[in-house]
């Protein structure tokens, strides 16, 4: 589903319960914004922040176990900012 498409059934949805919401509402600019308030409560900021990362950086296994007809497999990836190194070891 495209988020316009999102955007304009959650619009609908307010107006079903008289709630106004902004059609140009977006959850990531919304934790942005709150993760930069300093009148904001310290943990509430860094959990802003935690969850508005994950926008932006997928989660990312370093290790990957695969056992199959062929024995077990083994993938370790080394990730860094400029390159992604992966080693298979097979048994």
Same mark, same amino acid.
């Given at each position: /589903?495209?988020?316009?498409? *999102?955007?304009?059934? =959650? %619009?609908?949805?307010? *107006?079903?319960?008289? !709630?106004?919401?902004?059609?140009? $509402?977006?959850?990531? !600019?919304? =934790? @942005?914004? !709150? @993760?930069?308030?300093?009148? #904001?409560?310290?943990? *509430?900021?860094?959990?802003?922040?935690?969850?508005?990362?994950? $926008? /932006?950086?997928?989660?990312?296994?370093?290790?990957? !176990?695969? %056992?199959? +007809?062929? +024995? =077990?497999?083994?993938? #370790? #990836?080394?990730?860094?900012?400029?390159?992604?190194? @992966?080693?298979? #070891?097979?048994?």
């Amino acid at each position: /589903m495209e988020v316009d498409e *999102l955007r304009r059934k =959650l %619009v609908a949805w307010g *107006l079903t319960r008289n !709630l106004p919401i902004d059609p140009e $509402y977006d959850p990531r !600019l919304e =934790l @942005a914004k !709150l @993760a930069h308030d300093i009148t #904001v409560p310290m943990p *509430l900021r860094i959990e802003c922040h935690k969850i508005a990362s994950e $926008y /932006m950086f997928p989660k990312i296994r370093n290790m990957e !176990l695969n %056992v199959d +007809g062929d +024995g =077990l497999t083994i993938r #370790v #990836v080394r990730f860094t900012p400029s390159e992604t190194t @992966a080693i298979e #070891v097979k048994s």
